[in-house]
């Protein structure tokens, strides 16, 4: 039974035009003054960006000039919400100790670097479970958390919904909703979600934005729902394949792309583009994007 209180179209009569959070995922390797004068540059008002190295686990050292350049500079031209990425190789559930040990060191660090940043998000895959089950690795992603995550936080961690592939964990609702009642602090946790990967994993966000979003909020809720990352998928509904495309170039299309953007209970969110673009390709999506916003 849906949760009594929700109403889809709840916001759509406002008259006020909510801002639009729109960015992109950036290169880190210049630092966070290069990313926000970049983000300007393409058209946007916030950005993603990897912790660390993505295939790997190396991190820079810290450069506190940068950030704390970086943190009046955003203030003064209106940059929000941005989302910093965990790498991919941060598998929490693996059945591999020191891979497990890894995701710990790591994604402390991580949230250690982020508190200079305060008022901002962290993103990672929940995992692969490689064999050893959906629940065993439920288990180890929250157990993972409750090592991690400390009560003085300065950061919101959110869970990525996930397409499916191999032995994923969190392609379904209930499985991030499980990690989060198991979590100690799972008042802290929210979730992003990818619409690629929603697509993929067989929520029909094409033909059935609001059931999904229903389904969210009876499942979830969707004061967890924090951010968005708007792709398009090179596959099938259903595909559990993973292959993000350029927006109006997949299987969602511009129509559900708008749709989403513009419906009232996600317009407020922060959207970051990880299309499979170059700068130049991002500043064209980013400026459909906004002509498209209603």
């Known amino acids: 039974m849906y949760n009594e209180t929700y109403d889809v179209t709840k916001g759509a009569d406002k008259k006020e035009k909510v801002m639009f959070k729109i960015g992109c995922h950036l290169s880190a390797s210049k630092g966070f003054m290069h990313m926000a004068k970049e ?3 393409l ?10 190295n993505p295939r790997g686990g190396a ?8 950030i704390n350049e970086f943190n009046e500079f955003k203030e003064k031209n209106g940059i929000t919400c941005i989302l910093c990425h965990a790498p991919y190789t941060l598998n929490p559930c693996s059945k591999d100790e020191k891979t497990r040990d890894f995701a710990y060191r790591a994604m402390k660090e991580d949230l250690e670097r982020m508190d200079l940043i305060p008022g901002n998000m ?5 995992g692969s479970h490689v064999g050893q089950g959906t629940e065993t690795g439920i288990e180890l992603i929250a157990e993972h958390l409750n090592n991690v995550m400390r009560k003085d936080l300065k950061t919101t961690v959110l869970l990525e919904t996930m397409a499916g592939k191999g032995s994923e964990v969190g ?7 499980r990690i ?4 100690e602090l799972g008042d802290m946790l929210g979730v992003c979600l990818d619409t690629c990967h929603v697509y993929d994993a067989g929520y029909d966000i094409v033909n059935d934005l609001d059931e999904v979003i229903r389904e969210f909020d009876m499942i979830i809720g969707l004061k967890r729902l924090k951010a968005i990352h708007l792709n398009d998928s090179k596959n099938p509904f259903g595909s559990h394949k993973d292959r993000h495309e350029k927006i109006g170039e997949g299987s969602l299309g511009l129509d559900a792309i708008e749709r989403i953007i513009d419906h009232p209970r996600l317009s407020e969110l922060p959207f970051y583009l990880e299309t499979p673009n170059e700068l130049p390709g991002y500043k064209k999506e980013i400026a459909l994007l906004k002509e498209m916003r209603h």
């Open 39 to 41: 983000i300007l540059s």
């Open 43 to 52: 058209g946007g008002n916030t950005f993603q960006y990897f912790s660390r």
């Open 59 to 66: 991190v820079k050292a810290l450069d506190m000039n940068d």
């Open 122 to 126: 962290y993103n990672f895959h929940p």
């Open 171 to 177: 392609s379904r609702f209930e499985e991030i909703s």
């Open 180 to 183: 989060i009642e198991k979590t």
